[in-house]
């Protein structure tokens, strides 16, 4: 039973270009979560979904956009990266009582 | 505005001894209110909830916290910390729609 998995880990990207975090769960759970984890700062909600189809801005969206087409898959597209998007980003997957369930992180540089 | 306060970067304790990690938060309504934990380039881990109920909760590893309505906190604590609890720790409040998370607390249980 992996939980949630997120792919790359690790990835570096130049000013301008872009790229999908993929996000994948088996929980069966219809919420699903994107959240940025900056020093200091906490973690900050990019975009939620509360089931297939169905997707909504968090507190900090701009510059990203998600899709949701199935329940396992939850990816994160990052257009036009700039440095400001240097973090480590989360996908959680929402329990039935609210608690989240993270993936490992996936670490994106812009340089 | 809604948010989570955790007034403490850094809290240093003794192995055995007590602990204690402060949370506030300003949210609407009556929220729910989570803690987790971070391990280094780990997830987040969920360690215990509040919903309703009885005002002292227990969670996971022997932590617990406790629910004070009048002072809107959801302090941590453990009576007895262990060198393996040194992480960040994260106070959250909110429901599925919107959860807001602390900056983190970073405990150190030295031997």
């Known amino acids: 039973n992996a939980g949630v998995t997120q792919t790359p880990k690790f990835r570096i990207l130049k000013i301008g270009q872009s790229m999908t975090l993929q996000c994948a769960q088996d929980?069966?759970?219809?919420?699903m979560y994107w959240y940025r984890q900056d020093p200091g700062m906490g973690l900050k909600l990019i975009y939620y979904?509360?089931?297939?189809?169905?997707?909504d801005k968090g507190e900090v969206p701009n510059g990203y956009n998600v899709s949701r087409s199935t329940t396992e898959d939850f990816p994160l597209r990052l257009e036009l990266a700039a440095p400001s998007q240097t973090s480590v980003y989360f996908c959680?997957?929402?329990?039935?009582?609210?608690?989240?369930?993270f993936g490992e992180g996936s670490r994106l540089t812009v340089l | 505005a809604q948010s989570v306060a955790q007034p403490e970067d850094q809290v240093n304790v003794a192995e055995g001894n007590p602990l204690t990690v402060k949370c506030t938060y300003s949210?609407?309504?009556?929220?729910?209110l989570f803690w987790y934990v971070q391990y280094p380039n780990r997830g987040l881990q969920f360690l215990l909830k509040y919903i309703t109920g009885d005002n002292l909760v227990k969670g996971s590893y022997g932590f617990e916290a406790e629910f004070n309505k009048s002072q809107t906190s959801f302090h941590l604590k453990k009576p007895s910390a262990l060198v393996s609890d040194s992480a960040l720790y994260f106070c959250a409040a909110g429901n599925n729609n919107d959860m807001r998370f602390g900056a983190g607390t970073r405990l150190t249980v030295k031997p």
């Open positions: 929980m069966n759970h219809n919420y």
């Open positions: 979904s509360v089931g297939a189809g169905i997707t």
């Open positions: 949210v609407s309504g009556n929220p729910y």
């Open positions: 959680a997957v929402g329990g039935f009582a609210g608690e989240l369930f």
